[in-house]
């Protein structure tokens, strides 16, 4: 197991050698390693940093063109909400990898976004299974299931921070989202959301490591407000861009919640609303009613 100067996996370094050492084997169909750790692109001791050991078995997975990668855990599959803070929730069946993908980015934590990946380039189902109980179905993950249209579940994201970046100049001004954009880019951080008006645009981001620089840049440009301790609800499923009503079954679910922002149309997998951390139960359980009638 290596990674590059990228500190990504190197598929096809991990796919040669791992068929080098499988072959010393004939016969053998059992075969147990360790997941997490591994060499850096200078032979050095490292670790894979995101996703652990189920990062590792999807990685494997794909470098084999295996017929099925399982990743088992405590619970039994993905579930439609966040049973922590919500009592009626169930297993979902079947998912998309990107309706997966949306959901582990957006804070369901059975998996980390980026451990179904390596699985998804090569179309190998990924399924989470229940340890406890071997005989649940659990979650199956794959890109040929049956995407059936509507709303599927809810995930919540903490620790987002919010910045409203507002600017007379930014009226009929080309290249202003450039320049905020490339403040970002520069010091490596990630937006997740973002809206824009005529004299304004928000966003949030997840990482506060570069905050202030980025707020001194951006002040250079515009007037800058940011809020911390916000929350972002992600919620997914399969909604083609022809389908009607879906946005106003979330809106209607959260009636009762102040909404900061709200990202619709972006993908036909996701609607994403920005709120307060401190209402993050309270929207989990509105929608759970509003959604799947709990």
Not at 61 to 73: C, D, F
Not at 220 to 239: D, K, M, R, Y
Request: glycine fraction near 6%; hydrophobic fraction near 40%; include cysteine.
């Amino acid at each position: 197991m290596r990674i590059d100067e990228n500190e990504e996996p190197d598929l096809k370094y991990i796919e040669t050698n791992i068929n080098t050492e499988l072959k010393k084997y004939p016969g053998e169909n059992l075969f147990i390693t360790q997941g997490y750790i591994c060499r850096n692109e200078f032979g050095e001791i490292d670790n894979l940093k995101r996703g652990g050991s189920d990062y590792t078995a999807s990685i494997i997975g794909a470098a084999l063109h295996a017929s099925e990668v399982q990743i088992w855990t405590d619970i039994d599959g993905m579930h439609n909400n966040d049973p922590r803070f919500v009592n009626k929730t169930h297993p979902i069946n079947e998912l998309s990898f990107d309706e997966a993908a949306e959901l582990a980015y957006f804070g369901a934590k059975i998996l980390h976004p980026t451990c179904i990946l390596p699985a998804q380039k090569r179309n190998i189902p990924v399924r989470l299974k229940n340890t406890m109980q071997p005989e649940a179905p659990g979650t199956l993950i794959a890109g040929n299931v049956s995407t059936s249209v509507g709303l599927k579940a809810v995930a919540a994201k903490d620790g987002i921070i919010a910045i409203n970046i507002k600017s007379d100049r930014m009226l009929l001004a080309h290249g202003f989202l450039r320049a905020v954009f490339e403040i970002f880019e520069r010091y490596k951080t990630s937006i997740d959301m973002i809206t824009t008006s005529e004299i304004a645009v928000s966003l949030t981001i997840d990482n506060p490591k570069h905050l202030k620089e980025i707020k001194k840049e951006l002040e250079e440009i515009a007037n800058v407000l940011i809020e911390e301790n916000q929350t972002i609800i992600c919620i997914v499923g399969s909604v083609p861009k022809d389908a009607a009503g879906y946005g106003y079954k979330v809106l209607e679910a959260l009636k009762d919640i102040p909404l900061r922002m709200v990202s619709y149309g972006g993908s036909p997998n996701n609607i994403s609303v920005l709120i307060d951390g401190k209402l993050k139960k309270d929207a989990l359980m509105a929608l759970n009613k509003g959604l799947f009638n709990y």
